[in-house]
Protein backbone atom coordinates (compact mmCIF):
# COMPACT_ATOMS: atom_id res chain seq x y z
CA UNK A 1 0.00 0.00 0.00
CA UNK A 2 3.26 2.24 0.88
CA UNK A 3 4.23 1.62 -3.07
CA UNK A 4 0.55 3.12 -4.36
CA UNK A 5 0.37 5.98 -2.04
CA UNK A 6 4.24 7.09 -3.18
CA UNK A 7 3.63 6.35 -7.03
CA UNK A 8 0.42 8.12 -6.65
CA UNK A 9 2.35 11.37 -4.84
CA UNK A 10 4.96 11.04 -7.81
CA UNK A 11 2.45 11.43 -10.77
CA UNK A 12 0.55 14.71 -8.81
CA UNK A 13 3.94 16.65 -8.66
CA UNK A 14 4.41 15.37 -11.89
CA UNK A 15 1.47 16.56 -13.13
CA UNK A 16 1.30 19.58 -11.17
CA UNK A 17 5.38 20.60 -12.63
CA UNK A 18 3.86 19.81 -16.44
CA UNK A 19 1.09 22.35 -15.70
CA UNK A 20 3.63 24.73 -14.27
CA UNK A 21 5.64 24.49 -17.32
CA UNK A 22 2.93 24.95 -19.81
CA UNK A 23 1.57 27.97 -17.80
CA UNK A 24 4.67 29.44 -17.80
CA UNK A 25 5.30 28.96 -21.27
CA UNK A 26 1.95 30.61 -22.44
CA UNK A 27 2.65 33.35 -19.95
CA UNK A 28 6.16 34.11 -21.05
CA UNK A 29 7.39 33.53 -17.31
CA UNK A 30 10.44 30.89 -18.32
CA UNK A 31 13.11 33.95 -18.51
CA UNK A 32 13.86 33.29 -14.74
CA UNK A 33 14.54 29.69 -15.20
CA UNK A 34 16.28 30.42 -18.54
CA UNK A 35 18.80 33.20 -16.60
CA UNK A 36 19.59 30.62 -13.70
CA UNK A 37 19.97 27.67 -16.35
CA UNK A 38 22.79 29.68 -18.41
CA UNK A 39 24.22 30.64 -15.21
CA UNK A 40 24.45 27.13 -14.25
CA UNK A 41 25.93 26.47 -17.70
CA UNK A 42 28.46 29.59 -17.61
CA UNK A 43 29.87 28.11 -14.53
CA UNK A 44 30.20 24.39 -15.19
CA UNK A 45 29.65 23.99 -18.89
CA UNK A 46 31.49 26.70 -20.88
CA UNK A 47 31.09 25.42 -24.26
CA UNK A 48 27.35 25.47 -23.83
CA UNK A 49 27.23 28.93 -22.03
CA UNK A 50 29.33 29.70 -25.81
CA UNK A 51 26.24 28.28 -27.70
CA UNK A 52 24.02 29.49 -25.57
CA UNK A 53 24.80 33.08 -26.67
CA UNK A 54 25.44 31.79 -29.97
CA UNK A 55 22.42 30.81 -30.68
CA UNK A 56 20.44 34.02 -28.90
CA UNK A 57 22.79 36.09 -31.31
CA UNK A 58 21.65 34.04 -34.27
CA UNK A 59 17.93 34.23 -33.27
CA UNK A 60 18.56 38.47 -33.39
CA UNK A 61 19.90 38.15 -36.54
CA UNK A 62 17.86 38.83 -39.99
CA UNK A 63 18.62 37.52 -43.58
CA UNK A 64 19.69 40.61 -45.85
CA UNK A 65 17.77 39.65 -49.10
CA UNK A 66 19.33 40.82 -52.40
CA UNK A 67 17.76 43.04 -55.27
CA UNK A 68 15.69 41.20 -57.89
CA UNK A 69 18.11 43.30 -60.60
CA UNK A 70 21.47 41.04 -58.60
CA UNK A 71 19.41 37.62 -60.76
Not at 11 to 24: D, I, P, Q
Amino acid sequence: MAYVVFLAGVVVVLAGLTWFASWAKRRGRGSGVAGAVAAYEEAYRTTAHQSHHELRQQSGRTSETGSPDDL
